[in-house]
């Protein structure tokens, strides 16, 4: 527990506070970085997480409908955090064309943003609780490294848009401190509901099934944007299918 605590708390704040270090994060090092956190998440979601999910449980039907229910949760998520959770950077309202297609992404404020994506943390977090109900084959440690992946790019983006929209580095910090405790405090509570007997087995499951949705959507978005306008991109392909190998290995490794 304490290792997956302070792997949550300090991933986030570390990238966070490169900020101070990288000036900017639209170089292709960071693109490929989030195309294959993006390729892990997915992989491990669709390899490892979903069918210990049915695995452990019967009602199925169910299950889907919670993953779904994620799945669009995320999407109502990201109208409020412009894809920051997902490594994106959008300083202020601005418009791309690509193909006709009009892409408007707006300003909202920095507690709205932040309170956004401090949900979708603290579902996160939650995802690494009481092991034990997902069977011995559900091995926390290759999801715990799927949400690292993913939280340091989110945690970056974080701290560049809010540096730029509050003018100055250091009134974000604290922003980027709740951000990172959103995670460690979602494993906290949802053990703390299932050991005291508030959050059943079954309903653990639904948690879970339900943050799988949430990963869906970040991680094929992750990956389908890293290529505008459709080209093909033989890096960013390569980078995904090693992502996605990765998860694999980890998976059938242990």
Same mark, same amino acid.
């Given at each position: 527990?304490?290792?997956?605590?302070?792997?949550?708390?300090? @991933?986030?704040?570390?990238?966070?506070?490169?900020?101070?270090?990288?000036? @900017?994060?639209?170089?292709?090092?960071?693109?490929?970085?989030?195309?294959?956190?993006?390729?892990?998440?997915?992989?491990?979601?669709? @390899? /490892?997480?979903?069918? !210990?999910?049915? #695995?452990?449980?019967?009602?199925?039907?169910?299950?889907?409908?919670?993953?779904?229910?994620?799945?669009?949760?995320?999407?109502?998520?990201?109208?409020?955090?412009?894809?920051?959770?997902?490594? =994106?950077?959008? &300083?202020?309202? /601005?418009?791309?064309?690509?193909?006709?297609?009009?892409?408007?992404?707006?300003?909202? &404020?920095?507690?709205?943003?932040?309170?956004?994506?401090?949900?979708?943390?603290?579902? !996160?977090?939650?995802?690494?609780?009481?092991?034990? @109900?997902?069977?011995?084959?559900?091995?926390? %440690?290759?999801?715990?490294?799927?949400?690292?992946? /993913? #939280?340091?790019?989110?945690?970056?983006?974080?701290?560049?848009?809010?540096?730029?929209?509050?003018?100055?580095? #250091?009134?974000?910090?604290?922003?980027?401190?709740?951000?990172?405790?959103?995670?460690?405090?979602?494993?906290?509570?949802? $053990?703390?509901?299932?050991?005291?007997?508030?959050?059943? !087995?079954?309903?653990?499951?639904?948690?879970?099934?339900?943050?799988?949705? %949430?990963?869906? =959507?970040? $991680?094929?978005?992750?990956?389908?944007? &890293? $290529?505008?306008?459709? #080209?093909? %991109?033989?890096?960013?392909?390569?980078?995904?299918?090693?992502?996605?190998?990765?998860?694999?290995?980890?998976?059938?490794?242990?």
């Amino acid at each position: 527990m304490t290792l997956k605590l302070l792997v949550l708390f300090f @991933t986030p704040l570390l990238a966070g506070l490169m900020v101070y270090l990288v000036p @900017t994060a639209k170089g292709n090092s960071f693109k490929l970085l989030l195309v294959f956190a993006g390729s892990y998440l997915f992989a491990i979601t669709v @390899t /490892h997480i979903l069918p !210990e999910l049915y #695995r452990q449980h019967y009602e199925v039907k169910l299950i889907g409908l919670f993953v779904l229910a994620g799945f669009f949760l995320q999407q109502f998520l990201e109208y409020f955090t412009s894809g920051v959770e997902h490594g =994106h950077i959008h &300083s202020h309202d /601005h418009t791309h064309n690509h193909h006709g297609h009009t892409h408007k992404h707006h300003t909202v &404020s920095a507690l709205v943003l932040l309170f956004a994506l401090c949900i979708h943390a603290f579902l !996160e977090g939650s995802m690494l609780a009481q092991p034990v @109900t997902m069977g011995f084959g559900y091995d926390v %440690n290759a999801v715990l490294l799927g949400i690292a992946l /993913h #939280r340091a790019p989110a945690a970056f983006a974080l701290m560049t848009v809010l540096a730029i929209q509050l003018h100055a580095k #250091r009134k974000a910090l604290p922003h980027l401190i709740v951000f990172s405790i959103a995670a460690p405090a979602g494993l906290l509570i949802s $053990s703390y509901f299932v050991e005291s007997k508030l959050l059943t !087995e079954t309903g653990l499951i639904y948690l879970y099934a339900l943050v799988c949705g %949430n990963f869906l =959507h970040i $991680s094929t978005t992750i990956v389908f944007e &890293s $290529s505008p306008e459709h #080209r093909f %991109n033989i890096w960013k392909l390569g980078v995904a299918v090693i992502g996605a190998l990765v998860a694999v290995a980890v998976e059938y490794a242990i």
